[in-house]
């Protein structure tokens, strides 16, 4: 088992920028890969980025290309998002994830964390 914490969320205005960590505690962290997913009032869950095992290889939504960076340090079981260039469309609760089996599909991430909201204001 993986448990994960996120941190970082808040309100901020568009242009600005947002920090978004993971802590991860419990199963090697090393050992899984991790993203980003986050979920809009009424809508579904989507992919946001994601991190291989060891950090060399990122994904990307295509909404969020240049503006976000995903990273990790496998030493400090910790995940990030930098958000960048914040757009009101990014308002979401979003969602550290671990483990999973299709790194753009949601619904194949093992672990989650309770979510942190981040509001875009224009």
């Known amino acids: 088992q993986v448990h994960l914490v996120e941190s970082g969320g808040g309100l901020v205005e568009a242009g600005g920028s947002l920090r978004l960590s993971c802590a991860a505690s419990?199963?090697?962290?090393?050992?899984?890969?991790m993203g980003w997913l986050r979920q809009a009032p009424g809508k579904d869950r989507e992919f946001v980025a994601a991190?291989?095992?060891?950090?060399?290889?990122?994904y990307y939504a295509d909404s969020v290309k240049v503006r976000f960076t995903i990273s990790r340090d496998n030493a400090k079981n910790t995940v990030w998002l930098q958000m960048n260039s914040l757009k009101p469309e990014d308002t979401a609760v979003y969602y550290c994830?671990?483990?999973?089996?299709?790194?753009?599909?949601?619904?194949?991430?093992?672990?989650w964390g309770q979510g942190t909201q981040v509001t875009v204001s224009s």
């Open positions: 994830a671990g483990a999973p089996r299709n790194y753009y599909e949601p619904k194949t991430y093992d672990y």
């Open positions: 419990g199963r090697t962290f090393g050992s899984i890969a």
């Open positions: 991190i291989s095992r060891s950090g060399i290889n990122t």
